[in-house]
């Protein structure tokens, strides 16, 4: 059986601290799936297919990485897979109090499931997705924080960034 694992999240927008995730993920298994989430409870700014596509572009020459999007349980998808080990991004103790009741929650309902907790790396501890969309939109710089795609992307969809 192939070890799989997948990374969750709803990544709106794709960051660099994204893909430090998917590098290190990558080495610990033969496959990463990077599970896009529905969430109809979060607001987006771009749409599931709109983020399914940043993530192919920036993940297009990772080889054994897969993009697919996801609504419903996590474990669900994860018994559609034929996974057991989900792989999530920490930066804070404030991250790390949301993830443990989510680890929980989905160990009640799937009991064989595993999570591995990775810190990304410190030159993106501080990065957030909601970070750059508020940096584009004042019109600053976000090279050193998504790939030159995703920005073009940011400014495509927030009118303040052309100023």
Not at 24 to 45: D, M, W
Not at 70 to 87: P, Y
Not at 99 to 126: D, H, K, W
């Amino acid at each position: 059986m192939k070890k799989i694992i997948i990374y969750p999240g709803s990544f709106d927008p794709v960051t660099y601290g994204h893909l430090d995730i998917i590098e290190r993920g990558l080495k610990i298994c033969e496959q990463l799936i990077v599970a896009v989430s529905s969430n109809p409870l979060k607001r987006t700014l771009f749409s599931i297919e709109e983020r399914v596509i940043l993530l192919k572009e920036v993940t297009k020459k990772m080889k054994n990485v897969q993009v697919e999007k996801f609504d419903g349980l996590l474990v669900d998808f994860l018994k559609r897979k034929e996974a057991r080990i989900v792989i999530r991004g920490l930066r804070a103790v404030s991250d790390f109090e949301y993830e443990f009741q989510m680890v929980l929650a989905n160990r009640r309902l799937n009991e064989s499931m595993e999570t591995i907790f990775m810190m990304p790396s410190e030159s993106y501890f501080y990065l957030s997705s909601s970070l750059i969309k508020e940096l584009v939109a004042l019109g600053a710089d976000i090279s050193g924080y998504a790939p030159k795609f995703v920005e073009n992307e940011l400014k495509r969809k927030i009118p303040y960034a052309q100023s």
